[in-house]
């Protein structure tokens, strides 16, 4: 099935996926505006896909995880770096993962490709 | 450090051969989930590795947009490149269906032609700079490398969710169940040779009685 595109950003990382020709976009102002704003596109049928930068979604904080972990397949929600490039997330949430899952840490080499 | 057996157990013949059977499935059904949660883990690191690759060629292309459009706001300004973005075409479609690996259901994501051409793109093409097309085509080619990248991220979670399920359950019958069968199993069989035992003296004492009456 078909569905369209959304970006939570500031307004310049907004404007360069919009240039792209992502659907629907939202600068970010407010925890709580912005929060309501990704409750409808989480229930929206039409966006199947999130982009938020990670910036945004640790303002956001605890709601945003909660929303994330009560969610079902769609929208997939996918978390970028915005356009102040090199913000790197304080907490990598892949990582975690991986510990809580395989119950070890997983050191990764970083390989110069 | 044995395991206590909390139920009400008879100690008959029948209850131990029912007991053994039910040792027999759960040991059977632990197997099977562990090699299950094996599969799943090496699964697991598969999408985590092709994640790693994945991140990498985003970002850098992510970031090469980024630069662009820092180029491109120089060159227009910056309310007038966002209000070029306002006129380009927005209709976007990403293909999102599923498939399942190892019963688990994961998305796949595609996208058909995130690439246009200036023509296409919406913004009228004589009062706009030559930069914003480059602008367009650093960001369409992140956004396909994102559309993967989404989807791989997406699987890894699932996949992790199942992982940590199969994980309690495996757990769950390796260090409750089965102990608590098998402790039940030993109480039979201690319970049933007292009373082979108590019956075998007493046979004796009957035996000597007759033998000392006739």
């Known amino acids: ?113 | 450090m044995a395991a206590v057996a909390t139920e009400v157990v008879t100690p008959t013949r029948m209850e131990l051969l029912k007991l053994k059977h039910r040792v027999n499935l759960a040991q059977r059904g632990h197997d099977l989930l562990k090699e299950k949660m094996d599969a799943l883990i090496i699964e697991f690191f598969e999408v985590l590795r092709r994640i790693g690759e994945a991140r990498k060629s985003a970002l850098k292309q992510l970031s090469l947009a980024y630069r662009a459009l820092s180029v491109c706001s120089a060159v227009m300004g910056t309310i007038e490149t966002r209000q070029a973005s306002r006129e380009a075409k927005r209709e976007l479609e990403v293909e999102i269906s599923t498939r399942h690996i190892m019963g688990i259901v994961v998305p796949t994501l595609e996208v058909e032609r995130v690439e246009r051409d200036a023509l296409t793109r919406g913004y009228s093409l004589h009062t706009t700079p030559s930069v914003l097309d480059e602008v367009s085509k650093e960001f369409e080619k992140a956004l396909g490398l994102l559309v993967k990248l989404a989807e791989l991220e997406e699987s890894a979670r699932a996949i992790a969710r199942e992982l940590e399920r199969t994980k309690r359950r495996v757990n769950a019958l390796e260090y409750i169940l089965i102990p608590r069968l098998k402790a039940a199993l030993k109480f039979i069989e201690m319970r049933l040779d007292e009373m082979e035992r108590e019956n075998f003296s007493r046979l004796k004492r009957i035996k000597a009685m007759l033998e000392a009456g006739a």
């Open chain 1, 1 to 113: 099935m078909s569905y369209k595109v959304a970006v939570i950003g500031d307004a310049d990382t907004v404007t360069g996926f919009a240039l792209s020709g992502v659907s629907y976009t939202y600068v970010h102002a407010d925890k709580d505006r912005t929060l309501a704003k990704l409750a409808e596109f989480m229930v929206s049928e039409e966006v199947g896909l999130v982009f938020i930068t990670h910036r945004i979604a640790e303002e956001i904080g605890a709601e945003f995880r909660r929303m994330m972990r009560a969610k079902k397949l769609l929208p997939v929600v996918l978390r970028i770096p915005d356009f102040k490039t090199g913000y790197i997330p304080v907490v990598d949430e892949l990582y975690e993962l991986i510990k809580r899952t395989v119950g070890a840490e997983i050191v990764v080499r970083a390989e110069e490709g």
